[in-house]
């Protein structure tokens, strides 16, 4: 027996309650795990279209105009470069190069960022934002999460949704316009929305940060407008489904502080070449750990396995040779709905990384066949 | 979520029903089923196969997770139900009824409860 007092209800708590929607315990809050059938919902967001809640997940404010330098030496990416109205996946390592958390960073003002975080983590990255922020003069981070809602539209409807919507008006700028990893500002009856064309599952789709007391209205609109267009409520089991497809690390299971960005392929977020005024290396955590990673010879590589058989890997599960001698470990896996075999991702020794590489998964006790294939699993049309 | 449970069936603590019969007949409650999600692969035992009351004889796989069967029963499976095996979503659409899964000739059972019993226990 869990006790579910002590937990974070969602603004939209009562829109899931109201929709039938089981319910499940996630770092700390309740939220959706399905509304009906979590390959329904997956299958939509690839077809036409879902709609997320996602006010867990962690707004922090980034202000002042130390803002763009304290990014710059906070987190791994180069933010200073980030354009207004852009975004941008970075992450936030520890002194000795492990990740503490992956983020998306939108600069949504000239002088301000919007840094979101995991839900596991946002009491973690708050900690190390004010903390890193003490050596800067003019900056400012504010927690924004508990007054914020975050849900997401995602899917190859999105776009015609969004406009179907009523009382939503893009008064920024037409965000079909927009390249993905934009962000623009709009209204929700007459309230500011930010909306943002990102997302977690491989489809097109946008992102929208409002008010929580705006949310179930903001939230009902969208079911109104998106019944014609095949739009479904849709839980964190199809999150998961959708970003495992697409190839996409969840932290905690591909990222944790034990590993590196270089560890997980995602080497190209850090920004060994952020520059001083004068030229010279810019520093920033991570950074000395982060070129000796560079620099030496892996020793695991993330790789996506194709099951050969039907009963799926899942996390924290041996991966081996045929022969049953280990050579690494699932960090996430699921039957594909849109494969329609089981697909994972999973860390091995580089020297079995090469896609086609035969390789087994040790599940229950008993050895499955599966292959090296590239990531990620599936790749949206454009 | 269905709840409703048929009263002329007997549970067990693991989820599992058993309909009297010859030969009598498996499968998993309609609460399982709603906590699995999605049901995709079935592993069940061969026809002939003997079974061992509370022992291990299967798998049941969802998108999100993945549950043994336990045999509420000893005995010998007569069937399995291979539509089932074929298209698992109607474990998840008709648990009770043409989502079964073995038939078994029961030689002895194991702890069983009543459809009371077993909303008691399972409704915490």
């Known amino acids: 027996m869990r006790d579910e007092t002590m937990e974070t209800l969602s603004p939209l708590h009562d829109e ?37 809640d996602l006010s867990h997940m962690g707004e922090i404010r980034i202000g002042g105009p130390d803002a763009a330098a304290f990014l710059d030496y906070a987190l791994v990416g180069n933010l200073s470069a980030l354009r207004f109205q852009g975004a941008r996946y970075t992450m936030i390592c520890a002194e000795d190069g492990g990740v503490v958390d992956d983020l998306i960073v939108y600069r949504d003002e000239q002088d301000a960022f919007l840094v979101v975080a995991n839900a596991s983590n946002h009491e973690v990255v708050l900690d190390e934002l004010r903390q890193r922020a003490a050596r800067f003069a003019d900056v400012t981070v504010e927690d924004r999460s508990p007054q914020t809602a975050l849900i997401a539209v995602q899917g190859p409807k999105a776009l015609e949704i969004l406009r179907a919507t009523d009382g939503l008006d893009e008064t920024g700028g037409d965000i079909g316009e927009s390249k993905y990893y934009a962000c623009l500002p709009a209204t929700f009856q007459g309230e500011p929305v930010l909306v943002a064309r990102t997302g977690y599952t491989g489809e097109d789709g946008f992102e929208f940060f409002l008010d929580a007391a705006r949310a179930p209205a903001l939230w009902r609109a969208f079911l109104a407008a998106g019944a014609d267009h095949g739009l479904v409520p849709a839980g964190l089991s199809a999150r998961d489904s959708l970003r495992l497809e697409a190839g996409m690390p969840l932290y905690g299971n591909e990222l944790d502080r034990s590993t ?39 020793t695991k590589v993330l790789v996506g396995l194709e099951g050969l058989g039907r009963r799926a890997a899942r996390h924290g599960y041996p991966v081996t040779l045929p022969d049953g001698s280990p050579v690494g470990v699932v960090t996430s896996g699921a039957p594909s709905p849109t494969l329609g075999h089981p697909v994972a991702m999973a860390y091995v020794t580089p020297e079995v990384g090469a896609p086609g590489t035969e390789l087994a998964v040790d599940v229950r006790g008993r050895l499955e066949p599966v292959r090296v294939v590239p990531l990620p699993f599936y790749r949206r049309a454009r | 979520m269905s709840t409703d449970l048929p009263i002329d069936l007997h549970y067990t603590v693991e989820h599992e029903w058993l309909q009297d019969g010859s030969p009598s007949t498996i499968g998993i409650t309609a609460v399982a089923a709603d906590a699995l999600g999605d049901i995709v692969y079935l592993e069940l035992p061969a026809v002939g196969a003997e079974l061992v009351a509370g022992a291990v004889v299967g798998e049941i796989e969802s998108t999100k997770s993945v549950s043994e069967l336990f045999s509420p029963v000893s005995g010998t499976v007569i069937e399995i139900n291979q539509s089932a095996i074929d298209d698992p979503s109607v474990v998840n659409s008709d648990p009770y009824g043409a989502g079964w899964l073995l038939k078994v000739d029961v030689t002895s059972t194991g702890p069983l409860l009543t459809s009371d019993e077993y909303a008691a226990q399972s409704a915490g």
């Open chain 1, 260 to 298: 590196t960005p270089q560890d997980a392929g995602l080497g190209r977020v850090v920004k060994l070449d952020k520059v001083t005024a004068d030229g010279g290396p810019l520093p920033f955590v991570g950074r000395a750990a982060l070129e000796a990673r560079d620099a030496a010879t892996p």
């Open chain 1, 16 to 52: 899931h309650v109201a929709l039938g929607a089981a319910l499940t315990s996630f770092a700390g809050w309740q939220m959706p795990l399905r509304y009906t059938s979590d390959i329904a919902e997956h299958v939509a967001v690839r077809t036409t279209a879902g709609l997320f």
